[in-house]
């Protein structure tokens, strides 16, 4: 038994997947054609997909937010997960990524459920705030670019209601993070910088998952 986490060995992954997530013939199907993306590795991984629809069918989310939707499988899992009444709005700045999404929403029969917002995300978190839509979101997931992390994270502080739950993709950035600060690039530097951020803000309830390239799971406070 270990009290640290586990070497994740290529045979022990093959084991995870093998029982630790639900797939679907769609899903597949979506990181196959995603796998051919020349930026696929921005593309979550299976088990983080099944755990954060896990999380939105637990937190009973009806009302969710996305901030980075490239070919769209978080987006489809988390608009799979979400009742039929239910709503997420997507925030992109490329036509071109979020085609494939499109095209998979479409599919799964959730494009109902998916507002894809093209523009600037902090235009849109902003235009939302301006509308009345603070404190009205039940979960937001953070998955863009790392030098507006802070920004994303903030704005969504102010979207999401008490007991709403945001989580931060690539927190752990392949270990670069615990690099000594005069070897951490731009983004690394950012991702860091949330990380202690979020670790000391009473505002939240937070838990830092050690999954895929690592999640921060933070719970608005009252």
Known sequence: MSTQILNLTENLYRYLLSVG???????????????QHPRSVMQIAPEQGQFMGLLVQLLGVKK??????????????????????????????????????RKYWQKAG???????????ALETLDQLIAEGHSNSFDFAFIDADKSNYDNYYE?????????????VDNVLWSGQVA??????DNRTQHIHALNEKIH?????AMSLVPMADGLMLAMKRA
């Open 21 to 35: 997530v639900r797939d679907s013939e769609l899903l597949q199907q979506l990181r196959e054609e995603n796998a």
């Open 64 to 101: 969710a937010l996305e901030v980075g939707v490239f070919t769209g499988y978080s987006s489809l899992i988390v608009a799979m997960a979400l009742p039929e009444d239910g709503q997420l709005i997507a925030c992109d700045i490329s036509h071109e990524y979020t085609t494939m999404a």
């Open 110 to 120: 959730v494009a109902h459920k998916v507002d894809l917002r093209i523009a600037p």
């Open 155 to 167: 704005r969504a502080l102010q979207l999401v209601r008490v007991g709403g739950l945001i989580v």
């Open 179 to 184: 690099e000594p600060m005069e070897r951490q």
């Open 200 to 204: 000391g803000d009473e505002r939240v």
